[in-house]
């Protein structure tokens, strides 16, 4: 297994026309099922995000665009009136960090007082039947997000990832692959730049344009890229804390948050949205 710091110089090199290769081959229009953003089963929908597109979600909800009704408020049993300004928040105007994201449920124990323990990183938040909150459905059956504009990497990339170690894998199994040459790696002239991985979704082997394979492959690169720097972050940030019963603890890299995105060690987040992501 390589290093996070050497599968993050592979992320970097990834040739944008290759992986775009790859999604024209494989195929893909979004049928706007809604199958990726419900949940499976007894399983929530579980996407995972990073602290600066939970903050950009926040700034679009209180800038007006994520207005439309579906905010999460069935998710946790608040009521939608006058909350604390958490996670960061200056504005009064925007959402609740909690409307947004949840501690990845991985890791933590089910407590008395309800789930406890430390997790890592953040999952887009969901509402009472597992679903995720940002989903909305029309009269006639066809899916829509309310956030579209502003939607996180993963679900602008889905059914599609890159396999490097490091990175992580959407929901859904894997049903088709492809490799890419790319350069090999320095440790082994014989190492491939890994795959592209298709996730089922009923919209694979469907006709992409060329246009809209690129921006895929593009935001594809880009995901890759920040997952390996989030998990760099994380793992250099990481320090033990102790919970009690009902307590959580969320490691992301920036630190060690409650369940609110406040940090433990008392530090202020900002609530704006971060810079436009670096060219591909």
Not at 198 to 219: K, V
Not at 240 to 266: F, L, M, Q, W, Y
Request: glycine share 14%.
């Amino acid at each position: 297994m390589q290093s996070l710091e050497a599968e993050l110089e592979r992320a970097r090199a990834l040739d944008v026309r290759e992986l775009a290769d790859a999604v024209e081959a494989i195929g893909f229009e979004c049928t706007r099922c809604g199958a990726c953003c419900k949940s499976e089963a007894d399983d929530p929908h579980t996407a995972t995000v990073f602290p600066d597109e939970v903050r950009r979600l926040r700034a679009a909800s209180a800038a007006g665009d994520a207005d439309g009704g579906n905010g999460g408020d069935g998710s946790d049993g608040r009521d939608g009136g006058d909350r604390p300004e958490t996670g960061g928040s200056g504005d009064a105007d925007a959402r609740d960090w909690r409307d947004m994201a949840r501690p990845v449920p991985y890791g933590l124990t089910e407590g008395e007082d309800g789930p406890e323990g430390e997790t890592f990183e953040w999952a887009l938040q969901t509402d009472a039947c597992g679903d995720c909150v940002f989903y909305e459905e029309g009269e006639d059956g066809l899916g829509a997000c309310a956030v579209h504009e502003d939607r996180p990497l993963i679900c602008e990339t889905y059914p599609f990832s890159v396999d490097l170690d490091g990175t992580s894998q959407p929901m859904g199994e894997v049903v088709d692959s492809i490799g890419l040459k790319g350069p090999s790696s320095a440790d082994d002239p014989g190492d491939p730049e890994g795959a592209v991985r298709a996730h089922e979704c009923e919209g694979l082997g469907r006709n992409i344009d060329r246009a809209d394979a690129e921006s895929l492959a593009a935001a594809l690169k880009r995901r890759a890229v920040r997952e390996l720097e989030e998990a760099i972050g994380v793992r250099d940030a990481y320090e033990p804390t102790p919970t009690g019963p009902g307590e959580v603890v969320v490691h992301d890299s920036e630190g060690a948050k409650r369940p609110d995105g406040n940090r433990i060690d008392g530090r202020v987040e900002q609530t704006g949205a971060p810079d436009d992501d670096p060219p591909a």
